[in-house]
């Protein structure tokens, strides 16, 4: 059996679609795989530094890592209504930000991506852990935040206001729905065994979607911040079919961003398929 790094992050929309495939629930022929759950700009690094046969990353970093890493169809984070917001806790609206302090959640998140896609002037950029973000806007130690995951179910309780939702303006502005994460693999694994993993990948999600409470323990013990309402309604916006399988209008929304980063000079050009060959 050939063990293969798997990373991603304990957020509960990824222990719920990867608690099949790591807890023998299905099987991936001739594979076995080593996990490591970390948040997902920790995983951008590690990807970027090819550390990982496998991995959950952020769109943004998918325009740096192209040469090295394909997408995977299944098991990623795309849709309508879940994308990033911009938060305050003192300033009204989007048009007081040109040279205030904006945390984002690190260098190549696809919430940094979606700010400078909206407004390159806007760069003065603090980077932070996500779950840093919110306390910093609160006390002042920076202006605003961009904000990801459950911080946007909870961000009015530390006393802020939503000045832009970045995925509702993507989709006004595109029409596509939002790329958030997708899974990546490195390409030398080969063909055969890239093909395995896509359909092991696609199967723990289709087991997660048949079987919802099997995997309660596992993302629990990942979430014991969350609130169960909190946990389960992040489950509910960043699984959806999208998750299940990219499909054409999942392709087409990856490519539109990767298209309007590299006209922007935001990520490198590049001639590699996305997907397998």
């Excluded at 099949?20 to 997902?40: I, K, Q, S």
């Excluded at 030398?188 to 723990?204: M, V």
């Excluded at 699984?239 to 209008?249: R, W």
Aim: glycine share 10%; net charge negative.
């Amino acid at each position: 059996m050939q063990s293969l790094t798997l990373g991603y992050s304990p957020c509960p929309n990824d222990t719920f679609i990867f608690h099949a495939l790591t807890h023998g629930r299905v099987a991936c022929e001739g594979h076995v795989f080593n996990e490591l759950l970390e948040d997902v700009e920790t995983l951008n690094h590690l990807v970027l530094e090819k550390a990982l046969d496998i991995s959950k990353i952020s769109y943004h970093l998918l325009g740096f890592i192209r040469d090295d890493y394909c997408l995977l169809r299944s098991g990623g984070a795309l849709g309508r209504g879940c994308g990033p917001l911009v938060v305050s806790g003192k300033l009204g609206h989007m048009s007081q930000l040109k040279g205030k302090r904006i945390a984002v959640p690190g260098r190549y998140t696809t919430a940094a991506l979606l700010l400078r896609l909206f407004d390159p002037s806007l760069d003065n950029i603090v980077h932070m852990p996500f779950h840093e973000i919110m306390a910093a806007v609160a006390d002042g130690s920076v202006d605003a935040g961009v904000i990801i995951h459950e911080s946007r179910f909870t961000y009015a309780g530390f006393g802020l206001v939503k000045l832009l939702d970045l995925g509702d303006w993507w989709e006004r502005e595109t029409g596509h729905p939002i790329p958030l994460g997708g899974i990546v693999a490195k390409r030398s694994l080969g063909n055969q065994t890239l093909a395995a993993i896509e359909r092991a990948l696609r199967s723990s999600v289709d087991y997660a979607f048949a079987h919802p409470d099997e995997s309660n323990g596992y993302i629990r013990a990942h979430s014991q911040e969350m609130s169960d309402e909190v946990c389960s309604a992040h489950i509910k916006l960043y699984v959806n079919d999208f998750s299940l399988d990219l499909g054409v209008a999942g392709e087409a929304a990856v490519n539109a961003l990767l298209t309007r980063a590299e006209e922007t000079s935001l990520i490198p050009r590049s001639s590699c398929s996305l997907f397998l060959p």
